[in-house]
């Protein structure tokens, strides 16, 4: 979507590797901090969908990404430090975490990844301008944070204040097809779900919708507007069968927006 984009990653010498380069280099992702090994294999997420396009069973192998130390990012921590924004997620391990958390100078976004994943940022939540996570996510962090009796009934609200209560300033809870909730200390309410003409896929809805919240917080658009864009975003994705939806452009993400570019 023309933002310069520094990805940082383990990857290996397999064929999924070198998918990922092929990708990378066709949309001008600049991947010369990542680290590459020999005898490796690339982070691997295999899903099965039911026949309304919803998750119904996914296994992972992310250890690779492990190989992302503390050490490793100091050594271009001067890099990271001249960005417009940090956008990490939980797959990272946890030292690699408090790493960003206390040496990043830039806003940092957080993507929660999982219900285990995402107690990995519990301890570091006052280092965090923005999140996403999903209802079952937050859940899982707030238990994580000591809180009880928290569960899907409750009041999206309720879970986004005890949450902005750690210092995180914008919450992006993603509520399914009821939309999204979003909470900052200044305003908060939920936005509903763009109508889909039929969800083929729901892989990569959540990533897509962050995405475009991403891309619109960086070009100065209002919080509200971002809403608006990450939701489009999250829509064209819901339509497509592949994971990351190759109709996700400017023209197609503003077509139905009620402002301009």
Same mark, same amino acid.
């Given at each position: ?32 901090? =990542? ?23 996914? +296994? ?26 940090? $956008? ?21 976004? +957080?993507?929660?990844? =999982? $219900? ?38 409750? =009041? ?57 919240? $991403? ?42 927006? =009620?402002?301009?570019?």
């Amino acid at each position: 979507l023309g933002i310069n984009v520094n990805l940082v990653c383990a990857y290996g010498d397999d064929h999924f590797s070198r998918v990922l380069l092929d990708n990378c280099n066709m949309r001008n992702i600049n991947l010369s901090r =990542s680290l590459s090994l020999t005898n490796s294999h690339l982070s691997t997420y295999l899903s099965i969908l039911d026949p309304n396009g919803e998750m119904y069973l996914a +296994v992972n192998n992310t250890n690779i990404i492990n190989q992302i130390t503390p050490d490793y990012l100091n050594s271009f921590i001067h890099k990271i430090n001249t960005s417009s924004i940090v $956008v990490i997620d939980c797959n990272l391990s946890e030292r690699a975490i408090d790493f960003i958390s206390k040496n990043a100078k830039p806003k940092i976004f +957080v993507d929660g990844v =999982s $219900v285990e994943k995402v107690k990995k940022i519990s301890n570091y939540l006052d280092y965090v301008h923005t999140i996403h996570i999903n209802i079952n996510e937050a859940i899982s962090l707030l238990t994580a944070l000591g809180f009880s009796n928290i569960s899907v009934s409750s =009041s999206p609200k309720m879970i986004c204040d005890k949450l902005s209560q750690y210092g995180v300033n914008t919450i992006l809870l993603t509520l399914g097809e009821r939309g999204v909730y979003f909470h900052t200390n200044m305003m908060d309410g939920l936005f509903p779900a763009k109508k889909c003409a039929r969800v083929v896929n729901s892989n990569g809805a959540g990533d897509a919708f962050f995405s475009g919240y $991403v891309f619109a917080i960086y070009n100065n658009f209002s919080e509200l507007n971002a809403i608006e864009i990450a939701l489009q975003c999250a829509k064209i994705n819901l339509e497509s069968e592949k994971t990351v939806s190759d109709k996700i452009s400017i023209d197609n993400i503003f077509i139905n927006l =009620s402002f301009g570019r």
